[in-house]
């Protein structure tokens, strides 16, 4: 008894996936500059189609400002989600449906990989347009079929399978 107790508070328990997760729901509900806030390191690294947009938490704030006044209604629906716990690291894509402030309605898919290191998301490197499904995992699909209505839901991410150390069951 007391030899386990020794080796279970020598391991490392880190807190990425249970903040993936958190940070997962957060675009989920629309809530962009929670997200950040929340979520993303001091020095946080932005990238945009492989260019920098922003370093620093700050500038990136300023940069999602903008983005977060424009709609009256935003939510987002996650899929492919492939993790690695040890590297920390996250690859997804985010389907981004919202009504603006004109009424218009707006659709945008989102490719997403991020590095996180110590529960915060230290860079990510974002790709939209057709640039977006060529990053997207590979097992999530690129084509919505036609009439398919928009869904403000948030789709239960997956892992990928047996090589993710995301798997179920597997420790944080």
């Known amino acids: 008894m007391t030899i386990a107790l020794q080796l279970r508070s020598r ?23 929670g997200a950040a806030r929340a979520h993303f390191a001091p020095d946080i690294r932005l990238f945009d189609n492989g260019a920098v947009a922003a370093e620093g938490l700050e500038p990136v704030l300023r940069k999602l400002h903008p ?3 424009r709609f ?14 040890a590297g920390e690291t996250a690859h997804f894509s985010c389907r981004f449906d919202g ?20 529960g915060r998301i230290i860079e990510e490197e974002q790709w939209r347009g057709p640039a977006a499904f060529a990053h997207a995992p590979a097992h999530v ?3 919505l079929p036609a009439g398919l209505p928009a869904s403000p839901s948030f789709a239960a991410s997956r892992c990928a399978p047996a090589s993710s150390a995301c798997g179920q069951g597997a420790a944080a």
Do not use: K, N
Request: charged share 30%; glycine share 6%; proline share 3%.
């Open 11 to 33: 391991l490392r328990v880190s807190p990425f996936r249970s903040r993936l997760d958190d940070y997962l729901v957060s675009l989920a509900r629309g809530d962009l500059l």
């Open 67 to 69: 983005v977060a006044r």
């Open 72 to 85: 009256t209604m935003l939510r987002g629906t996650i899929d492919g989600l492939v993790c690695d716990r």
């Open 99 to 118: 009504v603006e402030v004109d009424g218009r309605v707006f659709r945008e898919t989102v490719s997403v990989r991020q590095r996180w290191h110590l």
């Open 141 to 143: 699909p690129v084509h």
